[in-house]
């Protein structure tokens, strides 16, 4: 089991490129979410699915679009990069939701600059 | 809407010693509440979870709704337990399903 795999793991990108960051699943999570880790501001959510077809807003989306297709994929697209970004983002997972029954499992990570 | 304060960025403290690991909450529903950790080039995992009143790697969580906290403790700290810790909070309303974390504690352990 790969579990939450997320691509690239680095990545530089100049101000008003665009890129998209995958994240897969093989678990069958129904609860997929992305955050974005930024020294002394702990983990903010950016948007979160909670099945194919279901996307929601976090606390900090603007800049960032998503979709959910399917099931395994939940890919995250900055549209026009900003150096406010730079910033390593977590995908996580979980069977359903974020309750007590249902921790979330991370991915390692893509530490992303934008200059 | 929820919020999770962890008042420490940096908790430093000798092995064997008591470790103490701070988390306030402010949440209007029926809180449920995780410690996350994250060990030097490994991905966040979950440690506890207030619900099961488990004890994980020796570490335990009470939840207290009095002073709506959530204190990680454990007796005697070890080398290996230096991470960064996180303090979570889920929050669910319909379909709506969020997980607010705090801005974490590093704990150090040191000989």
């Known amino acids: 089991n790969a579990g939450v795999t997320q691509t690239p793991k680095f990545q530089v990108l100049k101000t008003g490129q665009s890129m998209t960051l995958q994240c897969a699943q093989d678990?069958?999570?129904?609860?997929m979410s992305w955050y974005r880790q930024d020294p002394g501001m702990g983990l903010r959510l950016i948007h979160y699915?909670?099945?194919?077809?279901?996307?929601d807003q976090g606390e900090v989306p603007n800049g960032y679009n998503v979709s959910r297709s399917t099931t395994e994929d939940f890919p995250l697209r900055l549209l026009s990069a900003a150096p406010s970004q730079t910033s390593v983002y977590f995908c996580?997972?979980?069977?359903?939701?974020?309750?007590?029954?249902?921790?979330?499992?991370f991915g390692n990570g893509t530490r992303l600059t934008v200059t | 809407a929820q919020r999770v304060t962890q008042p420490e960025k940096l908790l430093s403290v000798f092995k064997g010693a008591p470790v103490e690991l701070k988390c306030n909450y402010s949440?209007?529903?029926?809180?449920?509440l995780f410690w996350y950790v994250q060990y030097s080039r490994q991905r966040l995992q979950l440690l506890l979870r207030?619900?099961s009143r488990e004890s994980i790697k020796g570490f335990t969580a009470d939840l207290n709704k009095g002073e709506t906290s959530f204190h990680l403790k454990k007796p005697f700290a070890q080398e290996e337990d230096s991470a960064m810790y996180y303090c979570?909070?889920?929050?669910?309303?319909?379909?709506?399903?969020?997980?607010?974390f705090g801005t974490g504690t590093r704990l150090q352990v040191t000989l």
């Open positions: 996580a997972s979980s069977p359903t939701g974020t309750g007590r029954n249902s921790p979330l499992h």
């Open positions: 678990m069958n999570h129904e609860y």
């Open positions: 699915s909670v099945g194919a077809g279901i996307t």
């Open positions: 949440y209007s529903g029926s809180p449920e």
């Open positions: 207030h619900i």
């Open positions: 979570a909070l889920s929050s669910t309303r319909g379909t709506a399903s969020k997980l607010t």
